[in-house]
């Protein structure tokens, strides 16, 4: 790599709100966001919630000349949403679904139906290995009484070890996506702790956009106005993350958001904002440790954000627990009433609904079977996430206790792979 | 590294067969094992079809002495069954479960109930990196009309797909696991194919154990004879598998299996018989292209695997689109039926009856709704799967077409993230 080598790189981001039949102007939007795209010419458009495949073709089909290469994410039953564009070509490509995702009984919330992952892109630009990742976390339906929390914890944490264990040779790793979390979650910090990824409003040279860097602002005409009530200038939820390994520095120039309208000012083209960023990657003589010299109480932060992510998960293991518990006694329930209405019916009771009552306990047995299975599944995947975190936990404890000198020791924590040199 | 580095990794693999209730004197087997795998004390222990917890946490309690580190991977309704012991600790773990695995409905095959999927192990050893999986695919009830073959090769792409990505750092990689797949099995030549690793029992310098190294034998009391009919001597579905990257080279000194027996020749410890192998890595010289020196013709068979499993996909999702569009017929006949029974009902027909067949219809439609559902999902799943199989076979197929002067552009391929040097 030459010691002047410098990279462009212009992104953008959006959560297009592609429900077919329920999101509002959809056509309409997609054709104004390809126009748009077209004449920005970004290197990497990276798009959520297109949930028809059918309007990932269309979109295909108008950005082919500037964005030759493409991809959709399939998976779940709907399909992830997730798609991207680019002027580069995709080197490699995967995707990781999270384990957990909601509940399937919650069918007027959709998540579960959808499949949410992280797609993982590789790209080769000038030499330097890009890895670029598009996600989408569950949706917050309720902030005071999140039923979804633990779920939005352990996504977090997936995406977070997705991105740990698939960049060890990345030069540089980029994140985009509505992550449904708010800039203090426990699910972000988690993220940016344990990736050190740096988020492009805090670190940019230069912001233009909407309050605060918001990304779902009241002025938008299709946000729902009573949810964003308690956040006056809205709230920001949508994310660009980066970071470069040792080698390479990265810095964001000037980062851009809608501000509930078109960029041309007409009806917005989503009911989240589009972020554009402009990030430039410089070659940096390598350093000893790339890793900032962190002194035990600095990587504090760490540890507290983990142990605070165990407590959740903890809580989250019981709740799964509980209705697990809950299903078997309500099978039992179930089981009761037929052998009692079986009783009934051979007795030559009233037939008529005695009949109907056991069908629908044959009902309530089996899906209520279901629920259980479902929940027992649950638990099984917030302990494997709950076990990962922990070891990672007793591992940056090792190295706190063992003071700075042994500061190699977390390093390796976060940079596993590279090889000691004896 | 020194010149004269050199490492022995003792490595054991056992396919447990510990199905609570069903497997016989798993008490004593697990015991037996524990005695064993105390005794011998190999470096790494991977074990599969510990379906029970319980067995997993005996085992710790009685190997913690000689295998400090230990884990379990959880995943699904019943589990992964994978579990792991090591006397060198454990850097960090995570797993991957298949998108595929089996249909929920056929419940007395039980494979969709256990969350199958390959667990990845990070070991540190004398500053060499690695990376160890651990894997148990989809069974094969029917070798004559195996209506799991698609699920089964879109395991192994993403087994090796999975490799491919977390393993960019690694100095070695081991793969242990029961594949469920023949040598010759599509599923086994595109997992040697993409991911270049060396099959254990093809390689070892010394051989001992069942005629073919086969890891299911007729002499094994628990083995079903029937089921081995076709094969006198047995088959080979479990495997050691390995490679190291340019700097290193990996050998098998020796490799051993049981063959039917405890290895103290009293009744079996699985059904399926244990592999043992003795590995040794080395230093050696890297050379300026690690990959060996393919030309086209040798390149042919990546090609050719690629190309055949994207048929077997090709396959696998026109008949998982057959099953979903006969989920919906039946759907309709189901409210057909409702219908005509509502209005019998109101119309004061033989009430009984229809009530019975009205609350049967509404179970049909739900149940075929969910079948619907499911083979919505399995569609997308081996979309997802064929995408990326179409990607790297476009990609192999551009480097063959550029010749042999181009052959950095296959190597890269198969070792993305190198990074290119200006």
Redesign the interface.
């Known amino acids: 790599?030459?010691p002047n080598?410098s990279l462009r790189l212009r992104v953008f981001n959006l959560n297009c709100w592609g429900i077919p039949y329920l999101s509002k102007h959809r056509a309409d939007r997609m054709k104004r966001l390809g126009n748009f795209l077209n004449m920005e010419s970004f290197d990497l458009v990276l798009l959520e919630e297109v949930w028809s495949e059918q309007d990932f073709q269309y979109l295909r089909q108008k950005l082919l000349p500037t964005y030759p290469a493409a991809?959709y994410?399939?998976?779940?039953?709907i399909?992830s949403g997730l798609c991207v564009f680019s002027k580069h070509p995709?080197?490699?490509?995967?995707?990781?679904?999270y384990?957990l995702n909601g509940y399937p009984y919650m069918v007027h919330h959709g998540d579960w139906?959808s499949?949410k992952a992280v797609g993982?892109l590789?790209f080769?630009l000038s030499?330097?290995?890009l890895n670029a990742y598009v996600t989408h976390l569950h949706a917050e339906y309720n902030r005071q009484k999140d039923i979804y929390l633990a779920h939005r914890v352990a996504q977090a944490w997936e995406l977070a070890?997705f991105i740990h264990?698939?960049s060890?040779?990345?030069?540089v790793i980029l994140l985009c996506g509505d992550l449904n979390l708010h800039p203090k979650d426990l699910g972000f910090r988690l993220l940016k702790e344990w990736t050190g990824l740096h988020d492009a409003y805090l670190e940019t040279q230069d912001f233009k956009g909407s309050e605060e860097g918001c990304t779902m602002v009241p002025e938008n005409c299709y946000v729902n106005q009573q949810e964003l009530e308690p956040f006056p200038c809205g709230i920001r939820i949508d994310y660009v993350l980066y970071k470069a390994v040792s080698g390479f520095c990265i810095s964001c120039k000037t980062l851009k958001t809608t501000t509930g309208h078109d960029p041309h000012s007409g009806t917005p083209l989503s009911d989240h904002e589009a972020l554009m960023a402009t990030l430039c990657v410089r070659h940096s003589p390598p350093q000893h440790n790339p890793s900032p010299t962190h002194g035990p109480a600095e990587r504090s932060p760490l540890i507290s954000v983990l142990r605070e992510a165990c407590t959740e998960l903890d809580l989250g293991v019981a709740q799964a627990r509980w209705w697990a518990s809950f299903a078997t006694y309500m099978i039992g329930l179930g089981l009761l009433i037929l052998a009692v209405l079986s009783a009934l019916v051979a007795e030559g009771g009233i037939?008529?609904v005695a009949?109907?009552l056991w069908?629908?306990s044959?009902?309530l047995v089996l899906g209520v079977g279901a629920v259980y299975?479902f929940h027992?599944?649950e638990a099984?995947?917030l302990?494997?996430a709950r076990?990962?975190l922990q070891?990672?936990l007793g591992?940056a404890r090792e190295a706190q206790n063992l003071g700075p000198e042994f500061e190699p020791a977390l390093f390796?924590?976060h940079q596993?792979?590279?090889?000691?040199?004896?």
Chains 1, 2 share one sequence.
């Open positions: 790599m030459k080598f991809h994410f399939r998976s779940g039953i399909g995709i080197q490699e490509f995967t995707q990781h679904v384990t139906f499949g993982l590789v080769h030499g330097l290995v070890h264990h698939t060890k040779k990345a030069d037939r008529e009949i109907l069908t629908l044959v009902g299975l027992l599944q099984k995947g302990c494997r076990a990962e070891h990672v591992r390796l924590l596993e792979g590279d090889k000691t040199e004896d």
